[in-house]
């Protein structure tokens, strides 16, 4: 969508947004695999929001990793 989820004019501005405002739709458009890891990492409670390890083992986002991997021939720098 190529724009910021939050927007201020200072740090304290963009928090307050972040706590505060609610998140504009995202288009129908979008993959809804994308749709719905986007949505998980703006969850404004960050204890509900997936690690960096949960978002690699979604099968959408490893099979890209894999794919990387295989194409740059880097298996031993990534593991």
Do not use: Y
Not at 53 to 67: E, H, Q, V
């Amino acid at each position: 969508m190529f724009k910021k989820p939050f927007e201020g004019n200072n740090v304290t501005s963009v928090f307050n947004a972040i706590i505060n405002q609610k998140l504009e739709p995202i288009p129908d458009t979008v993959d809804t695999d994308v749709k719905m890891l986007i949505l998980e990492m703006l969850e404004k409670d960050p204890n509900e929001r997936p690690s960096i390890w949960d978002i690699s083992n979604r099968p959408f986002i490893n099979s890209r990793i894999n794919k990387l991997i295989e194409e740059k021939n880097c298996a031993d720098q990534v593991m």
